[in-house]
């Protein structure tokens, strides 16, 4: 199955591995990982290779540049036993294309949810209606690369499709790394005051807006948030999260899930996991997050089965919100 991994990649996803055999876990589920068009995705390296010198100080060097082919097969490795391929328009008339592409990767990659995206243009009601009706899992938007209103008139439609249908969008919206025009609380609000019941997922735990961004989660019950480079070393520089905070991101356990941003990521995969570890949220919390609550979303067999009974370490940690702590049956 490794055959095109080396060494030292398989020794590195047997640590990963271990963190979550040690939760006892069957896996992970990674909301937030990338995959696109090759060229797509060279132009997202160029972007990230030149931010050191654009910003006269953070550098961005990106861990994982294998073959496509390979990155898949390292995240399979790591144990993901579920992944997406956010890809993301920033103009019109790019959106239907990109969702041809991810259709056809999601079919030749095992592991992976089928991914869509959107843009606000003429048809995207219909688009977006288009790629669910073909099994588009959980769909991405980019606010600030695409510099658009997410409550454009545009979209309407589009959210009332994907609100109406139940599929999640990881969306992000926050202002992290740099603000956009339409990025920060406001904009995405309206349209969750348009479409409370929006299975929207918040990327990056709406950095460095994360508070706003708490509220809203704790506004609307459909709204979550996925761990994306928050509590890393590389994000707590940048924008780190209040401490006085914890205490919500412990009771919304059951709605934070987690997310990489695999491969574009300045550092190791596991130093991710072991962000969320250190956060002292407890084993509950860290089981529920990285893999449970997103099973559970997406339907995933296999939810929370081959540990309910283990015992485990863990259990009767503290920091459980109250939702995290119940040991959830299998949903579905
Ligand atoms: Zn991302």
Not at 26 to 44: A, C, N, S
Request: charged content about 25%.
């Amino acid at each position: 199955m490794n055959r095109h991994l080396t060494e030292s990649a398989r020794a590195e996803a047997a640590d990963v591995r271990r963190f979550w055999k040690g939760l006892g876990l069957p896996g992970l589920v990674d909301v937030h990982t990338h995959f696109m068009p090759e060229r797509v995705l060279r132009k997202v390296w160029a972007y990230f290779d030149a931010l050191g010198s654009l910003t006269g100080g953070i550098e961005w060097p990106i861990t994982y540049r294998q073959e496509e082919g390979e990155r898949a097969e390292l995240l399979r490795e790591f144990g993901a036993v579920a992944f997406t391929a956010m890809l993301y328009p920033h103009k019109p008339g790019m959106a239907r294309w990109l969702n041809g592409w991810a259709a056809d990767f999601a079919r030749r990659t095992p592991g992976c949810l089928h991914t869509s995206t959107l843009f606000p243009e003429p048809g995207a009601e219909g688009l977006v209606g288009e790629a669910v009706a073909a099994g588009a899992r959980v769909f991405k938007a980019h606010v600030q690369v695409g510099a658009y209103d997410p409550a454009d008139p545009l979209l309407d439609g589009a959210w009332g499709v994907l609100a109406e249908a139940g599929v999640p969008v990881v969306i992000h919206c926050g202002s992290g790394p740099a603000p956009g025009k339409y990025t920060g609380p406001g904009p995405i609000a309206r349209v969750l005051a348009r479409h409370p019941r929006l299975r929207l997922i918040v990327a990056h735990l709406g950095m460095p807006e994360y508070e706003d961004f708490l509220d809203l989660a704790e506004r609307y019950p459909q709204v979550r948030l996925d761990t994306t480079m928050a509590f890393t070393d590389f994000a707590e520089r940048m924008a780190p999260f209040p401490r006085r905070a914890l205490p919500r991101l412990a009771g919304l356990g059951d709605r934070i899930l987690l997310g990489t941003d695999f491969p574009n990521i300045p550092y190791p995969y596991l130093h991710q996991l072991e962000a969320l570890e250190r956060l002292g949220l407890g084993s509950a919390w860290l089981r529920a997050v990285c893999h449970d609550n997103a099973a559970r979303l997406f339907g995933l067999r296999g939810d929370g089965s081959g540990r309910g009974d283990e015992g485990g370490d863990g259990s009767g940690e503290g920091g459980g919100g109250g939702a995290v702590g119940r040991r959830e049956r299998r949903g579905r």
